[in-house]
């Protein structure tokens, strides 16, 4: 197990599919979590003997005033501190072509993947004053076609991972963007509904990554979850 103990650990989307497993890793591996969802009740605790713990919060990246609500609280549960922020939660909307997709939807997506996810991390910026890392789960799905709001939120989650790792290097963090590839999601499964589950690996299997970068290394500033580390 990587050396994650005793960091403080956000995850954002953490009731279900990759965010639960790396809350539960974290939290075996000896580090304290904060696990967000919009309803904190769906957080799985970690197992009893695990040496780390897994906090709920309650958090709609499409909802400003809750974005600020959750950052306040996880500054209160860590003590003013966070060592590295895992932005996971997203929505998928509308697999359709541009030309035809209601742009309600892609406003939607847009405003909890894209500019949640941005607001969320600058409320947290005042926690990790001693550095740390974000870490951005971005996917193969950005800029591609037919895949509506989620394909532009992905592509702005890569402008934003790489601007960030520009702007927030000289405080000590490191940003990186981990595309997981396909996983055995329900959001997977929502976007490839005649797809076996069974052929696609489980979210444990990108976990490794997740943990070296919280442990301080830096891949750079986009990395393939299936490709490192090796």
Same mark, same amino acid.
């Given at each position: 197990m990587?050396?994650?103990?005793? %960091? #403080?650990?956000?995850v954002t989307g953490a009731s279900r599919g990759i965010g639960a497993a790396l809350a539960a890793a974290f939290a075996a591996g000896g580090a304290d979590v904060v696990g967000t969802a919009r309803n904190p009740a769906t957080v799985v605790?970690?197992?009893?003997d695990a040496p780390g713990t897994i906090t709920p919060v309650a958090l709609d990246l499409g909802d400003a005033a809750s974005v600020s609500a959750a950052a306040t609280t996880i500054g209160s549960v860590f003590h003013g501190s +966070?060592?590295?922020l895992i932005n996971n939660a997203?929505? /998928?909307?509308?697999? %359709?072509?541009?030309?035809?997709?209601? %742009? #309600?939807?892609?406003?939607r997506v847009l405003t909890t993947n894209l500019l949640g996810t941005l607001r969320f991390t600058r409320e947290m910026l005042p926690l990790m004053a001693r550095g740390g890392a974000i870490v951005n789960v971005t996917s193969a799905a950005a800029g591609r076609a037919h895949w509506g709001g989620y394909s532009i939120s992905k592509a702005g989650i890569d402008a934003i991972t790489t601007m960030l790792r520009d702007e927030l290097a000289p405080?000590?963090?490191? +940003?990186?963007?981990v595309n997981p590839?396909?996983?055995?999601?329900?959001?997977r499964a929502d976007a490839y509904p005649e797809e076996d589950p069974d052929t696609l690996p489980a979210p444990a299997s990108v976990v490794p990554t997740f943990l070296a970068i919280a442990a301080g290394a830096d891949p750079?500033? /986009?990395?393939?979850?299936?490709?490192w580390p090796g």
């Amino acid at each position: 197990m990587t050396d994650v103990d005793d %960091l #403080h650990v956000v995850v954002t989307g953490a009731s279900r599919g990759i965010g639960a497993a790396l809350a539960a890793a974290f939290a075996a591996g000896g580090a304290d979590v904060v696990g967000t969802a919009r309803n904190p009740a769906t957080v799985v605790a970690g197992p009893r003997d695990a040496p780390g713990t897994i906090t709920p919060v309650a958090l709609d990246l499409g909802d400003a005033a809750s974005v600020s609500a959750a950052a306040t609280t996880i500054g209160s549960v860590f003590h003013g501190s +966070c060592d590295v922020l895992i932005n996971n939660a997203g929505v /998928l909307g509308s697999r %359709l072509p541009l030309a035809d997709i209601d %742009l #309600h939807d892609v406003e939607r997506v847009l405003t909890t993947n894209l500019l949640g996810t941005l607001r969320f991390t600058r409320e947290m910026l005042p926690l990790m004053a001693r550095g740390g890392a974000i870490v951005n789960v971005t996917s193969a799905a950005a800029g591609r076609a037919h895949w509506g709001g989620y394909s532009i939120s992905k592509a702005g989650i890569d402008a934003i991972t790489t601007m960030l790792r520009d702007e927030l290097a000289p405080r000590g963090i490191r +940003c990186i963007g981990v595309n997981p590839g396909g996983i055995r999601t329900e959001m997977r499964a929502d976007a490839y509904p005649e797809e076996d589950p069974d052929t696609l690996p489980a979210p444990a299997s990108v976990v490794p990554t997740f943990l070296a970068i919280a442990a301080g290394a830096d891949p750079g500033p /986009l990395v393939e979850a299936r490709t490192w580390p090796g």
